[in-house]
Structures are given as structure tokens and as C-alpha cells.
């Protein structure tokens, strides 16, 4: 049988998952600037090529890609490295 939970053991437990929700709070807020500075890194690099002729190559896998996607791919890596 279980003892009864104190108030003060409900307090700790309440302060406990309230500072885990803000810890995940600022781990999804700094994944989220990661991603905003991912779209606007690769959003500047294809915006070059937008209305431009693009030459699309065959990947190893035989999908296919073009300097743009190269390019953006390179800009994003930069940050995450």
C-alpha cells in the first residue's frame, strides 16, 4: 500500500515537471530558430535561381537535382556543422 503523498512532496512534483516543460520549451525554441535559419539560408541561395533555366542532373539514385538544390544543401550544412 502506498504512504500518502504530503503536499509538500506534490509541490516538489509540480516545481519538478514544471522546470522539465520549460526545459523542453527552450530545446524546441532553439530547434525552431535552427529551422528559421535553415529556410532562410537555403530561401536565399535558390532565390537566384528562381525564373532562371536550370540544368537538372541525375543523382546517384537517379532522382533528380539541380545547382540550386546543391547549393542550398551546402548553405544549410555550413550552419549545422
Not at 512532496?9 to 514544471?18: F, G
Not at 522539465?20 to 520549451?25: A, G, L, N, V
Not at 537566384?48 to 550544412?77: N, S
Request: hydrophobic share 40%; with cysteine.
Amino acid at each position: 500500500m502506498l504512504e500518502p503523498t504530503s503536499p509538500k512532496d506534490i509541490s516538489e512534483r509540480i516545481h519538478m515537471l514544471e522546470e522539465e516543460s520549460f526545459s523542453e520549451q527552450i530545446i524546441a525554441s532553439e530547434h525552431l530558430e535552427c529551422a528559421r535559419q535553415l529556410a532562410i539560408a537555403s530561401g536565399d541561395v535558390i532565390k537566384k535561381y528562381f525564373c532562371t533555366a536550370l540544368k537538372i542532373e541525375g543523382k546517384a539514385d537517379h532522382t533528380p537535382v539541380t545547382v540550386a538544390d546543391r547549393e542550398a544543401e551546402q548553405a544549410m550544412r555550413e550552419i549545422v556543422t
